[in-house]
Every structure is written in C-alpha cells, then in structure tokens.
C-alpha cells in the first residue's frame, strides 16, 4: 500500500467555522510569538483553506523510512475472548520506532524547521513520548534536538531519557538552570517537580536565547492534528469494510482526531460513513470532553501561546497523578472540541482501575502490551462489543505500545 500523497484538513468541512486563535488584551502579542518560534509553514498550515494539504515528497520518504504504512490488524484474539460476535479492527501505530503515533507529526515539523534553516529545534516533553519522537526525528534527519523534561517524570521514566540521549538529544529536567524561569523556580524550591507549563516556559525562552532554534508543539494545535490525519488516510484505504464505530483515546486530541477526521469529513460531505458513530475516550483524571468548558483558554499552563477556543478544564487545572500520563492534558484541540459540541463526536471517560483490566485482556488476547493511554480506548471496545449487536464493526486506533510502561504494568501485575 502506498503512503497518502495528503494531510486532510477538517476545518473546511465542520458544521460552523473554527473560532481562530486570538491574543489575550494584556499587550503581548502571543500570535507574534508564535510567528518567531515556530517553523514558518506550520502557522501558514494553521489557517489554511485547502482540504488536502500536500504532503512533501521528503517526509513521504520518511514515512516509509519508519514503516508507514503502519498495520491495520482483525483483532481475532480480542474477539475470541469477547465472543460478541462484533468484529474489531485496529490501526496500530506502536509499530512506529518510537512507540507511539507521535512520530508522524516530529518528522514533518523538523522538516520543516529544518527548510527554516534551524539547527536545533526545542520542545518540553512531559511522560517522554514526544521529546522520543522529537529526538528520533532530529537524529534522522540531522539536526540537534534539545528537550525540557518535567523533573518528576526525568526521574521516574528513566528509559525514555536513556533513549532520547541515545538518538542523540540533549535531555534537561525541568526546572533547569539554563534559562531564567527555571533558576527562579529553582532558587524558590530547589526541589522543585516540573511541570509540563514550567517545562514549555523554558523551552520557549531557551529558544528566544539562541541563533538558529525552532520551537515545535505535540499535540492540541491545528497543524499537528493535520499531520496526524494520515494515520486515518491510510486505515480509509486499508479497512475492508465500514464501521459502526471508530473509536480513540484523547490526551490533547491528535491521535482520535488523525484516525477519525477523514472518515468524519467524509460523513459530513456525504461521502460515505453515514451511520459511524464516533467515540472519543478521556481519563477520569482529566475529562475535559465530557466536564469541561467551551471557552478561550490557553493551550498551555503558563499563557505564553495563543489562546484557542476548546473545551477545557482551565489552562491552571492540575490533574490528580495517573499512569496514563499522555491524557493529563486540560484541553481538547479546537476542531474535535466544536465537534463533540455538536454531537457528532461523542465523549467517554473512564478510571484507572478499569482501563488496567482492558490492558490486561488486550495484551493476553492480542499478544501487543497497550501504552496506557491507548487501553482507555479499548476499554470503550471491550464495553461496546458487549453493548452492540451482533454482525457491528468497530475501528479503533492504538495510539502506542505500553513497553516502556512498566509503572503501569506493574500495578497490574501486582
Ligand atoms: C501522547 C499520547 C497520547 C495522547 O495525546 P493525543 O494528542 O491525544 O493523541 C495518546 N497515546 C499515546 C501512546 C501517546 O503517546
């Protein structure tokens, strides 16, 4: 199978235009910022009109370099032990090298830092899953990456720093002594944890300091749900059949949103997807979709970016500690924020205890170890296969492999 020639762009198709970003009435203007720090192609793919966003031909080639397409599986094991009678299929983007799909969105925004004549790109990690992905990308395509990791997960996620450093990146925890927001929150509490607000702060200052460096964003803002969609261009061709149901996890929104807005698109334009439901699964420790706020927020902690219309639980929120550290996020990006307003996604959420049930069964049936985030989507299978009738179809996306979870795992095992 061929890897898509496009990103599909949602924001043409919705039911009502995308309230854009805007500039809080405080005087610094974020949006000018935004246009300093950021490779400049990803702000034009921000507010583009076009549908189908070519994909360049080099990140093509990159794609294929790390195994897109990746696998569409029948999960026959899963079924055998659910003994429904509903057929399941699953697009697995753990087969990714860095574990997760996060990778899809690295490689074309170093690319692009990199046609900006950066050297180095910047970014914050918080579990570690993106500054990984960032490193990988930077190591293959030449170019030094340097990633602030909160402190408590430094020191908790130990191989995902010892990997980072392998592909080459410069990993810092955060608070750190490089840049002045970090000294300050250091000489305040010396054993200050991190978080993901303080760790972006200083990635964008660090990257103001310097000639030559690139700021680069995981999740929640326009274009990385773009580059994310070719995980649903690819699963469009590779299913043999469509679903009643197609579901995802959702931490800032990418990998639910890069699986299902194609086929969402579709249905809008009436192009087929007419009866696919579409179901969106959160944690318990941060249900922005189901309790939050449609309202202006900020997408991160400490309101340096612009702020964008999601749901949210406040940019101040701070989540109660879970294994499922990739869904403790407070918002939802944009588009799939109007979208579960309009019903036309709908949203669930579940708590650790049960998702650690869904990972167990899955990992035994299936022979894959979930990333933790994923398991909350196959919680919602497991209980929709149960609920369906017989003959249904369900598509989910497995946003990652949990074997560098051991925190996780161990808590199931006992
Ligand atoms: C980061 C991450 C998530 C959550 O982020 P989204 O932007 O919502 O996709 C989910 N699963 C895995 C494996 C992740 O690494």
Redesign the pocket.
């Known amino acids: 199978m061929m890897i898509p020639h496009y990103w599909y762009n949602i924001n043409v198709d919705l039911p009502k235009p995308l309230p854009p970003p805007i500039d809080p009435y405080d005087g610094d203007s974020r949006i000018a910022l935004l246009m300093r720090i950021l490779p400049s192609e990803l702000l034009d793919q921000e507010f583009t009109a076009l549908r189908y966003v070519p994909i360049p031909d080099e990140v093509r080639e990159l794609y294929a370099r790390i195994g897109r397409p990746t696998p569409l599986f029948r999960a026959v094991g899963l079924e055998r032990a659910l003994n429904t009678g509903v057929r399941i299929y699953y697009k697995f983007e753990g087969a990714l090298p860095a574990g997760?799909?996060?990778l899809n969105t690295a490689l074309a925004q170093v690319y692009y830092a990199i046609k900006d004549k950066a050297r180095e790109v910047v970014t914050e990690t918080g579990a570690g899953?993106?500054g990984l992905a960032v490193s990988l990308a930077s190591s293959l395509l030449g170019i030094k990456a340097t990633v602030f990791m909160t402190r408590s997960s430094y020191m908790g996620k130990k191989n995902r720093v010892l990997f980072m450093r392998v592909y080459g990146a410069d990993v810092h925890p955060s608070p750190s002594e490089l840049t002045k927001y970090g000294r300050e929150a250091l000489r305040a509490r010396p054993d200050h944890p991190g978080s993901l607000g303080l760790a972006i702060t200083e990635a964008i200052e660090y990257t103001l300091m310097g000639e030559g460096r690139k700021y680069i964003p995981?999740?929640v803002l326009g274009f990385v749900v773009l580059h994310q969609t070719v995980i649903g261009m690819e699963a469009i061709k590779q299913l043999p059949e469509e679903p009643d149901l197609v579901i995802g996890?959702?931490?800032?929104?990418?990998?639910?949103s890069g699986f299902s807005f194609p086929m969402i698109g579709a249905k809008l334009r009436g192009e087929g997807f007419e009866r696919t439901r579409f179901l969106a699964v959160e944690s318990e420790a941060a249900p922005k979709l189901t309790k939050g706020e449609y309202t202006y927020d900020f997408p991160d902690t400490g309101g340096l970016l612009p702020m964008v219309k999601m749901l949210t639980l406040g940019h101040d929120f701070v989540p109660p500690p879970t294994h499922a550290a990739?869904?403790r996020y407070h918002g939802a990006a944009p588009a799939l924020s109007l979208l579960t307003r309009e019903g036309i996604v709908e949203a669930r959420s579940y708590g650790q205890d049960e998702v650690m049930e869904a990972a167990r069964l899955f990992a035994r049936a299936e022979g894959i170890i979930p990333?933790p985030?994923?398991s909350h989507a196959i919680r919602a299978v497991i209980d929709e296969a149960r609920r369906l009738p017989r003959g249904s179809v369900i598509a989910f996306n497995l946003?990652?492999h949990g074997l560098l979870d051991q925190d996780f795992y161990e808590r199931i095992v006992g």
Do not use: I, R, T, Y
């Open positions: 997760s799909h996060k899953q993106w995981g999740s996890c959702v931490g800032g929104g990418s990998n639910f990739g869904l990333a985030e994923s946003s990652g």
